[in-house]
Antibody, heavy 118, light 108 residues
Framework: QLVESGGDLVQPGGSLRLSCSAS????????MHWVRQAPGKGLEYVSG????????YYADSVNGRFTIFRDNSKNTLSLQLSSLNTDDTAIYYC?????????????WGQGTLVTVSS | EVLMTQSPDTLSVSPGERATLSCRAS??????LAWYHQKPGQAPRLLIY???TRATGIPARFSGSGSGTEFTLTISSLQSEDFAVYYC??????????FGQGTTVDIK
């Protein structure tokens, strides 16, 4: 099970930290990712992190502004968002890969809403 | 970046009919292709991985095919719970990966 938190209303240029609490499986054994969905729009890959946290990847649209990290001792995935703009308004989903090795996503959280507006 | 293009954007189908959805990649992704569906107000759910393998708990009326750049999702006999938005996604090589824009399957 994945449970996101931290979504909020934030002004353009602001920052926010999202968290995802994982349970029911060995968190440290799997890569994790964030996927977002703007209101009424499709899915957009945001960022991914390896099982041990040493490798991170970002979509071009967020590279340099967002930072993904994880704490395997607390079964927690996080996404630090900065320099936010209105295009970042979306539901942010925490997702788990199905098997080890950078694969598809078999478990999704319920999402947390980030609204960027003045 | 690999561009994923789905067609059609909307597919109107009657219950019990067959639905065929397409997904095209701008370059080869091998068989590293997944399909998800999403119902209103819910998170997406994995249907198919590795182009043709059904995920756990997915009924046999869902089937996937293809490799390289051309992929198809077929729903053999649409049930009421199948009316949703369907997305393809590649996971070839390292991230970032991309999703198709989605196909809405609605009731005819």
């Amino acid at each position: 099970q994945l449970v996101e938190s931290g979504g909020d209303l934030v002004q353009p240029g602001g920052s926010l930290r999202l968290s995802c609490s994982a349970s029911g499986y060995t968190f440290s054994a799997y890569a994790m990712h964030w996927v977002r969905q703007a209101p009424g729009k499709g899915l957009e890959y945001v960022s991914g992190i390896s099982d041990d946290g040493t490798r991170t990847y970002y979509a071009d649209s967020v590279n340099g502004r967002f930072t993904i990290f994880r704490d395997n001792s607390k079964n927690t995935l996080s996404l630090q968002l900065s320099s936010l703009n209105t295009d970042d308004t979306a539901i942010y989903y925490c997702v788990k890969e199905r098997i080890r090795g950078w694969y598809d996503f078999d478990c999704w959280g319920q999402g947390t809403l980030v609204t960027v507006s003045s | 970046e690999v561009l994923m293009t789905q067609s059609p954007d909307t597919l109107s189908v009657s219950p019990g009919e067959r639905a065929t959805l397409s997904c095209r990649a701008s370059q080869s992704v091998g068989r590293h292709l997944a399909w998800y569906h999403q119902k209103p107000g819910q998170a997406p759910r994995l249907l198919i991985y590795e182009a043709s393998t059904r995920a756990t708990g997915i009924p046999a009326r869902f089937s996937g095919s293809g490799s390289g750049t051309e992929f198809t999702l077929t729903i053999s006999s649409l049930q009421s719970e199948d009316f949703a938005v369907y997305y393809c996604q590649h996971y070839n090589n390292n991230p970032p990966w991309t999703f198709g824009q989605g196909t809405t399957v609605d009731i005819k």
